[in-house]
């Protein structure tokens, strides 16, 4: 399908342009316009495939170019004020050619954290298309400001938008690694993922379709409903080689009996693709069960894919979340990989979720009782205990 993609502060900006690196590469044509908004300057510099004329800077009166310090109730206030300055690089946008908008942001920071819902508030206002939201939630270890952050943000962008598809960067930092150290690799990751699935919908006709080719609208009514999504990804590598059979089959010379081995061998590593996608890490670590609906994507070369395989992943899915509305379909590519991708919308079983509220609300606890206190330490630390010294005036 295509997007209109906006990417709200640095990590927003910084995934929205590895969207655009990531198109230029596969040719899958998912992102029709990108626009990136921040209060920083820099960040804004340092992007390198959204094209300069879309890259906004808002707040300058109140920041001057500098950032909102993870600020998100400022976040908040300079979207609202400058959401003209947002609606201009809107206004470029060929919404008619776009099937929907996706805000970007990192839920933890202040910029996107606070404007994300501002604007996805104003786009569902004056837009017929559905605005989704990919929100990032941060490391465990960043600390009890960014936590609040993002509880706050998530419960309001949920709100806001037709569908929050949520990537946890906790869940996905490698082990010895600090965040920070491992941005590229994370990003990639959420680009490789939300890529297979938005793609899906972009086969044109013609191309080498299979019948049960994955359309836009199913992305679309897979997301529709609303609620919080997640995305699960497997891959396994496959030769590419035209001419069918293989080295087997040479050393056979039997074409049939192969043939036969070879559809139980893609039905069976579909299915077990399926398994590992549902399975593994998901964007955001969740119970698949509950989840109301489903939608499996299978990529990969039209050789090694089959609809049995699909019909068998799409039951299992079934059978595991309980949900009746489970589709599925084949997004044939070129690359030497089967590929399975699972969204699974209108999850709620997310315990990661009820920890992150859990230590927001202490942070924000905390940080109510030292401005309490704040006041008297000052005057314990400056006045002397005597009172035997003056001010100068
Ligand atoms: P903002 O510019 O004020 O919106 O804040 P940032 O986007 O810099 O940071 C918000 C949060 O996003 C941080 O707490 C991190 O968890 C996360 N973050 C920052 N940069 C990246 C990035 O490049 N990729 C990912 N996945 N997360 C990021």
Redesign the pocket.
Known sequence: MKLAMIG????????VDKFLEYDKETGSGIVRSAVAV???KA?LLGLEHIPEENRVLIGQARVKGH??G?D?EL?AEIAEEDIDEVQGAIDNIPVHEVDAFLIV?????????G?SPVVAKHLKRIYTEPVYGLG????SD?GGI?TL??ARSFQTFVREVDNLMV?D?DA?RQTGES??GG??H??EE?VRRFGVLFGAGEIEAGDNVAESVVDSSEIINTLDGGGVSTVGYASEDVEVSSGGGGLLSRFKGDDSTDDGMDTANTTNRITSLVRKAALGRLTLPCEIEGAERALLVMAGPPKHLNRKGIERGRKWLEEQTGSMEVRGGDYPTNAPKVAASILLAGVHNVPRIKELQQVAIEAQDNIDDIRDQSEDNLEDLVEDDEDELDPLF
Request: charged share 10%; aromatic share 12%.
């Open positions: 709200f502060g640095q990590a927003g900006g910084k995934i921040n209060t920083a960040d950032g909102v993870a998100n976040g942001a990192g839920l933890g920071g202040g910029t996107g954290s404007g990032v939630l941060p490391g960043e960014y952050n993002a990537f960067n996905w965040v920070e941005y590229d994370i990003n959420i």
